[in-house]
């Protein structure tokens, strides 16, 4: 599966903004989808994941309660809703599909470019 990441820019802390990961190729609903996020001079950190159907979802505990996965697999999209946004939170965005539902990067082998989030304070 081919995968596109977009939705990233400007914005101050507090605000929001929505990523969104668009999947073209192999069928999207077989894929478990997660992002990711690198920071500089950090390593590649799991943000959320969410299961084939988008029934189960799972999040780091660094922003649990402020972001929400989701995908629409009728439009073979992925979604991350990005709420009160820290200066923290700045990082590239990757999304990343799996045939297993996992936290772990090592089980994703098919990833989007990347999108960058920067929050201003």
């Known amino acids: 599966v081919q995968l596109q990441a977009y939705g990233g820019g400007l914005v101050q802390a507090g605000g929001s903004l929505r990523l969104s990961c668009a999947a073209s190729?192999?069928?999207?609903?077989?894929?478990?989808m997660d992002w990711f996020r690198q920071a500089p001079g950090k390593e590649r950190e799991f943000i959320a994941a969410?299961?084939?159907?988008?029934?189960?979802?799972d999040y780091a505990d660094s922003v649990k309660d402020r972001f929400t996965i989701s995908r629409d697999n009728a439009k073979n999209t992925l979604y991350l809703q990005m709420n009160s946004l820290k200066p923290e939170d700045t990082a590239v965005y990757y999304c990343?599909?799996?045939?297993?539902?996992?936290?772990?990067?090592?089980?994703?082998?098919?990833w989007g470019q990347g999108t960058l989030v920067t929050v201003s304070s």
């Open positions: 190729g192999r069928t999207f609903s077989s894929y478990a």
């Open positions: 990343a599909a799996s045939p297993l539902y996992s936290r772990r990067s090592s089980d994703f082998s098919s």
């Open positions: 969410i299961s084939w159907s988008g029934g189960n979802t």
